[in-house]
């Protein structure tokens, strides 16, 4: 049995780039494999994407050598046209299936999301049955011998867990800075506590020194 490759760490670029290439192989096979402009516009459209991102030929060039290296990203040359093209081989690395390509894709162009935001921004990718569809393939994707994706605490008040992909470590520290949990939030709203108690305490003083004189 053959052993599964270990995950990459990838950057913020290389994930982007990289989920570009999954999404419109799957939204647009027509224009599949894509050259460097319309991938270029790919990282960079402004719905479907969080963050909103602006890279240049360069960035995107550079960002591709560096996932071919990876063996996640191959050229394409020849047939009537003479303008290199680019794809993923993300599937080709890593024994998925395209559902959870699909789940992969999603949370590199947008981040961590709940199985129902999973199930409504999947679109053109992949329509999945049932939410319980897609929970199953995320405890699928969580839970393998190569886990690809983790879910995440829940946050106040939510009712489903988000669960982020396992591909680049800036996502991860992203996350915890977002919950709110960082020790600098938790000592700024101690700090900010204090200072509403001895304010109140203050007023009491005064309150209860008003109180004594009209006695």
Known sequence: ????????????????????????????????????????????????RKPVVSYDDGTVIATLDALRKKGLVSTVTGGSSRVTKYKHNFAVVYPLIPAEVTIICLLLLRGPQTPGELNTNAGR???????????????????????????LPRRPGQKEARYMHLLGDRAIREEDDADGDSPRDAAGLEARLAKVEAELAALRSEFDQLLEQLL
Do not use: H
């Open 125 to 151: 990718m992949y329509e999945f049955e049932s939410l319980e569809e897609v929970q199953s393939l995320l405890d699928n994707l969580a839970g393998s011998e190569q886990p690809y994706v983790r879910q």
């Open 1 to 48: 049995m053959d052993t599964i490759p270990s995950l990459p760490v990838l950057s913020a670029e290389e994930q982007r780039v990289l989920g570009a290439l999954m999404e419109k192989s799957r939204t647009t096979p027509e224009y599949y494999p894509l050259t460097l402009n319309a991938l270029v516009a790919a990282c960079n459209q402004k719905t479907s």
